[in-house]
């Protein structure tokens, strides 16, 4: 009896060993860029900050359907993943074929723009 359910342990080991996991690896598209502290317009009407940045890679199909994800630096290798409140600025983010647009609104109400470059990480995501 011991050695039948040894030989059938060892069998179902061989199976389950034999299994293969099939990965699915989902393409994406990386874009960086930087924002200077030039680039960075005043809108009157929002009273925010904002920066255009021109991403040829955003066509009218990946506005429809894809998924888009920003993230910043300010260096030190850290990015945050926005909207969100990094260096005393609310960030966010909106994008139409061709461009993104960033909006910078200083947390405490004052109308300066960011003072230092900004690194922008674009990770375009395809979606079904």
């Not at 993104?100 to 723009?113: S, W």
Request: aromatic share 10%; glycine share 6%; with cysteine.
């Amino acid at each position: 009896m011991k050695r039948s359910l040894l030989l059938l342990s060892v069998a179902v080991m061989f199976f389950l060993a034999g299994c293969t996991k099939t990965e699915v690896v989902i393409p994406n598209i990386t874009v960086n860029t930087t924002v200077n502290p030039a680039d960075w317009r005043y809108d009157n009407a929002t009273k925010t900050y904002y920066a255009n940045i021109n991403v040829p890679e955003i066509t009218s199909g990946v506005n429809a359907t894809d998924g888009i994800i920003v993230s910043v630096s300010f260096g030190n290798d850290l990015y945050e993943i926005i909207p969100d409140i990094y260096n005393g600025y609310s960030f966010y983010v909106s994008h139409q074929p061709g461009t993104l647009t960033i909006e910078a609104e200083n947390q405490f109400g004052t109308t300066l723009p960011p003072a230092t470059a900004m690194l922008v990480k674009i990770v375009i995501v395809p979606s079904n």
